[in-house]
């Protein structure tokens, strides 16, 4: 065991060192991929803290990634802020937002909560749409990355994968610290986590808030990279269930379960878009259903278990009426 | 102008009442959130589009037919997807119902295209006026068969046997169970119901609006604040809840303009999700 372990943390090394130099031997497609990859990972690993170790199912979360993305085209375009500084302001913005917000909605549970964020999500976009401060339906265009094209490819790369790393060890540290305790108390039975002495509010505002953080960087970091957002992009549902489906695919309440779904699912999904543009919602429609019947708690349960047919089937049972 | 205003709200009440109590009904039986259900009510109206480009008939005659092919439809999801899932807690049944709700989408794209729709019967623009209010026949006539499902599912809920079946393991699935009901079946029985409503209610909407086959999300947050401020499965509390929110939409596009009543409808939501989760008739069941 000692020595998987040892291995287990080479590995780690070695994946870290190879997605540190492998944009020296990348053309631009395959960084903008990866790019990609690291960003659906940092989202899925976010969703991860507050509903995988918190129980707490923001489905709406994406609205953070949103309000991220226009603070910081705001603060450029209109403020000409540095881009570094309105990053900032984006990300503990969205924490501070989540904390107010977090305490009338943290107080609904299970489906009331799912339901507020979405109705949120919707609020947001239609305020945005109506702002004139954000340019309207008609989006917002930010200034172009100095340097070109094949400079910003890198920056972005490396962007996200650093805040990706970063996501894992804040994910990790509260995984090892009495914050995680107490996140996996509440997401069991919140009163009976009450009753050991955990009082669940500042916990549950805490893992919104580190949620909401990490997603509004990606927000910001986004709307640079793509220089070009309106409402209805940065808005979505879409990617906000896709960010569900990666984290229940790796397992949720894991450290690097989400990021491995995040993976798994973005490669897929860039199969799926060059080769059946017509039929990608189809087929991502499909793997959400054949995931949820099939392995319901992630692919690292399904390995533990064996993966043998009848072990499936036994799976099923499980959630069948 | 203030009483035309309440009339529009009113009558575009009704509509919302009998989509929301199409999703409550799954929500407070199953404890599913459908996200499906508002690609089914597209569903609905496609299915009547295109009998109406076939045979030249009223739209209004193809109201049955949308409702029974919904309703299978809904039966077969139901029997052999959702049941599959059912006892998986909420992030598994909603993924699930999402991932329904992209298929149908994508469906509806490949067969009906991205572009909208609608249905123009020859007494669409017509209206008469009392006591100075412009009625709409249209209108009329869908708040009067909206009002009319609503009303017979209470009935069929409250009196029939089956209905009663179903408010049973609604309250306790495990006891219905062991009284010889087949949860299964009374589950696939609900979503088939709702589905059929939707699709009663797809055939209704097409009359009144052109559809495109991502028109269904916009009915999310209707479908959500009318369960919930009408209190989880009660359907006279739906009915109550679809009109107030009729009477939101009409009085924010009176005293704000059209651009901002999406946004009251999403605050109105909101702050009936943070006060009164209950809802209005919502009553906590003690089995």
Request: charged share 10%; net charge positive; with cysteine.
């Amino acid at each position: 065991m000692g020595n998987w372990r040892k291995r287990k943390n080479y590995l780690f090394v070695g994946i870290f060192l190879l997605f540190l130099f492998v944009p020296l031997f990348l053309r631009g497609y395959w960084i903008r991929l990866l790019t990609n990859m690291f960003m659906f990972a940092v989202l899925a690993e976010s969703v991860n803290i507050i509903a995988g170790y918190c129980g707490y199912l923001a489905l709406g979360n994406m609205f953070f990634f949103g309000l991220g993305a226009y603070t910081v085209a705001v603060l450029m375009t209109k403020f000409s802020f540095p881009f570094y500084c309105s990053l900032l302001i984006a990300g503990f913005g969205a924490s501070f937002f989540a904390m107010v917000v977090g305490l009338p909605i943290l107080r609904l549970k299970g489906q009331y909560f799912l339901m507020a964020t979405v109705g949120l999500l919707e609020l947001l976009r239609e305020i945005t749409t109506n702002l004139s401060l954000t340019g309207g339906g008609q989006g917002i265009t930010l200034p172009i990355f100095p340097g070109g094209a094949s400079a910003a490819n890198y920056f972005f790369y490396y962007y996200m994968f650093f805040l990706m790393i970063l996501s894992i060890l804040c994910t990790f540290y509260i995984s090892k610290s009495h914050f995680g305790f107490a996140f996996r108390a509440i997401k069991f039975d919140e009163d009976a986590a009450s009753v050991i002495g955990i009082n669940p509010t500042p916990y549950k505002t805490l893992a919104w808030s580190i949620s909401a953080f990490f997603t509004a960087l990606t927000g910001g970091g986004y709307a640079y990279w793509m220089t070009y957002i309106d409402p209805g992009e940065v808005y979505q549902i879409m990617p906000s269930v896709k960010m569900y489906l990666m984290m229940v695919l790796g397992g949720a309440g894991t450290v690097l379960g989400p990021i491995a779904g995040a993976f798994f699912i973005e490669l897929i999904s860039e199969l799926v878009w060059g080769k059946f543009l017509e039929l990608h919602l189809l087929i991502l429609g499909l793997v959400l259903v054949l995931v949820v019947i099939f392995t319901p708690k992630g692919f690292i349960d399904l390995i533990h278990k064996g993966l043998s047919p009848s072990k499936l089937l036994l799976g099923i049972k499980a959630n069948k009426v | 102008m203030l009483i035309q205003v309440l009339v529009n709200g009113f009558l575009q009440g009704g509509f919302y009442a009998c989509i929301g109590v199409s999703f409550s009904i799954v929500f407070g039986i199953m404890k599913i959130i459908n996200l499906a259900q508002g690609t089914q009510i597209i569903l609905g109206a496609y299915i009547t589009y295109t009998i109406c480009q076939f045979i030249r008939i009223d739209p209004f005659l193809t109201l049955p037919f949308a409702t029974i092919s919904l309703f299978f439809l809904g039966y077969f999801i139901q029997k052999y997807i959702i049941n599959l899932v059912a006892k998986g807690g909420l992030v598994i049944t909603s993924l699930l119902t999402f991932g329904l709700n992209l298929i149908l989408i994508n469906i509806a794209l490949l067969i009906w295209k991205a572009d909208f729709r609608g249905t123009n019967p020859w007494y669409m623009g017509m209206s008469f006026e009392i006591w100075g209010m412009t009625i709409p026949y249209v209108r009329l006539i869908i708040f009067i068969i909206a009002i009319l499902f609503t009303l017979s599912l209470d009935f069929f809920f409250r009196k029939t046997e089956t209905g009663n079946s179903i408010q049973a393991t609604a309250l306790n699935p495990k006891a219905a169970q062991l009284m010889g009901i087949d949860i299964g079946k009374t589950y696939c029985l609900t979503f088939a119901i709702s589905s059929a409503i939707g699709g009663a209610m797809g055939t209704l909407f097409i009359l009144a609006k052109p559809i495109s086959p991502f028109t269904g999300g916009d009915f999310l947050i209707i479908l959500f604040s009318v369960a919930i401020l009408g209190g989880l499965g009660s359907i006279p509390g739906a009915l109550i809840a679809g009109i107030i929110l009729g009477m939101v939409e009409s009085f924010s596009v009176m005293f704000f303009g059209i651009e901002y009543q999406k946004i009251m409808l999403n605050l109105v939501y909101l702050l009936i999700l943070i006060f009164l989760p209950k809802g209005l008739l919502g009553k906590r069941f003690y089995g």
